[in-house]
């Protein structure tokens, strides 16, 4: 069974900053990995599908690159609704979360 | 538009059943596995269980494993999750959510409702 680890649990920075999450597998996923956004008292929101892959939707803001076991979501200049937390996925494996939050 | 809507939480007492539904509309039900995801309170997100789009296959968690039950009824667009011999630690909002891609299993899911809340407490 793959493992997801997220890095780092929390990110704290200002509006405007450019945020960096890290998620990396245990074994090598090909670039079969996605990111989602939650904030409190909602559901989940796909970002980023097969590694680099905005859905439909989603502000050219955030990216995502890697391939194998090493992924990143970049989120280039925080507005003040990206606070939130981010979990990757691949299969039936969800990470931890990166929770960002407002320095 | 994409719509699903969950049912059927409530408070349970352990060891109780509950059955779980999710309507779906705006897209070709039987043409998409779909999948539940759980939330326990303040904690992250946990698979369940997905279901192929014809309703031939099946896998869960093995935290639910012989105890939840995942089906469809694609003449009523309709997801199901019954749940029986529930415990305190199946606490959690239950998510519907929809595949990715036609056929696709547990690729991604691209569209979520909006959770359903269910407390196992005596």
């Known amino acids: 069974e793959i493992v997801l680890t997220q890095s780092p649990a929390t990110l704290s920075l200002s509006p405007g900053e450019r945020a960096t999450l890290s998620c990396r597998a245990s074994?090598?996923?090909?670039?079969?990995l996605a990111w989602y956004q939650q904030k409190p008292g909602q559901a989940p929101r796909l970002l980023i599908y097969?590694?680099?892959n905005r859905a439909t939707g989603i502000p050219a803001r955030f990216s995502g690159s890697g391939s194998g076991t090493d992924f990143t979501l970049t989120i280039s200049s925080l507005e003040p609704e990206d606070f939130a937390v981010y979990y990757c996925?691949?299969?039936?494996?969800f990470g931890p979360g990166t929770k960002v939050d407002i320095k | 538009e994409v719509q699903l809507v969950e049912s059927g939480g409530g408070l349970v007492q352990p060891g109780g059943s509950l059955r779980l539904s999710c309507a779906a509309s705006?897209?070709?039900?039987?043409?998409?596995?779909m999948s539940w995801v759980r939330q326990a309170p303040g904690k992250g997100l946990e698979w369940v269980s997905t279901?192929?789009?014809?309703?031939?296959?099946?896998s869960y968690a093995d935290s639910v494993k012989g105890r939840f039950t995942i089906s469809r009824d694609n003449s009523k667009n309709t997801l199901y999750l019954q749940m029986h011999s529930l415990r305190a630690e199946d606490t959690a909002v239950y998510y519907c959510?929809?595949?990715?891609?036609?056929?696709?299993?547990?690729?991604?899911?691209?569209?979520w409702g909006q959770g359903s809340l269910v407390t196992v407490s005596s």
């Open positions: 959510a929809k595949e990715g891609l036609p056929r696709a299993l547990l690729y991604y899911f691209d569209f």
């Open positions: 705006g897209f070709t039900f039987s043409s998409f596995a």
């Open positions: 279901i192929s789009g014809n309703g031939g296959s099946a």
């Open positions: 074994q090598s996923v090909s670039s079969f």
């Open positions: 097969d590694a680099s």
């Open positions: 996925q691949q299969s039936s494996t």
